[in-house]
Every structure is written in structure tokens, then in C-alpha cells.
């Protein structure tokens, strides 16, 4: 069977994403984010449409079992990528750091909806992706990180 793999990195785009619109919702309630300190893994967020383009290539291209990464357009810490949702939102970044375990306590008490202790210790890991075979083969050029609404 052919078929080919897309492997995307954090993917965003129309507020309907899991990992920029959480961030993007606490700004707008709470007008301010706690981060751990060291916060500054690398991340390479890819717009849905690029995604959506991708596989619309390689739907065309079908040659057989392939896997492509597919990257963002720029690369940015992870603090930077925050910054940069607080500037789509039209605010001032508020980013209050903290000690991961101090941060990680009412996710270990047991209380919905924050981020465990895992979650944020990979805010510090560089998640970063080389995306050049996609770029030969499915023509795959993503944008630079432009988080808001479209």
C-alpha cells in the first residue's frame, strides 16, 4: 500500500488548536501566564493551512511509503512563542516564572486542566525538526509563526 506519513510539529491556526489557543485562552481570562523557569525550549509551530497544503501534495505525489516532517517556518523558544500569542491578543506579555515544582503542585494535588509535571519540563526541551525533505519533495514552504485569529 502506499501512503505517506505527515509528522507535524505543534500545529495552530483558527482557534481550534490545543496547545496556542490554551495559552491563548488564559491570557484572555486571566490576563497573565505562569511559565517554569527555563522555559526556553525551542519550537517550530506550523500554521494548520501549511499542514492542509502539505498533504494536499502529497496526496498528488502518491510514490509509494514516505515520512515528512513538517516543521514551522521559524523557530522560536518557548517563552518567545508566548510572548507572541499576548501579542496577537493585544497585550502587554504578563509571563510570571516560577520553580517547576511550585508550578507543578495543583496538577499533583489532583486539579483539572493545568499542565503536569511532564508538560512542563518539556517546555524546556528543544523540540526542533528539519523539514528540508519536505520542502524538496512536496514544495512544503511553512510561515513564520502568526498566531490570532483568521
Known sequence: IDCTVLRPTLIYGYRRDQNVEAIARMIRRLGWVAL??????QRQPVHADDVAAAALAALARADGQRTFILSGGETLSYRAMVE???AAE??????VTLPLPLLALPARLGLPGLPSAAILRRMREDLVFDHAAAR?????????FQPGPL
Open 36 to 41: 517554569p523557569s527555563g522555559a526556553h525550549g
Open 84 to 86: 507572541r500569542i499576548f
Open 136 to 144: 524538496t519533495a512536496l514544495g512544503f514552504e511553512p510561515r513564520p
Open 90 to 95: 493585544g497585550r502587554r506579555p504578563r509571563i
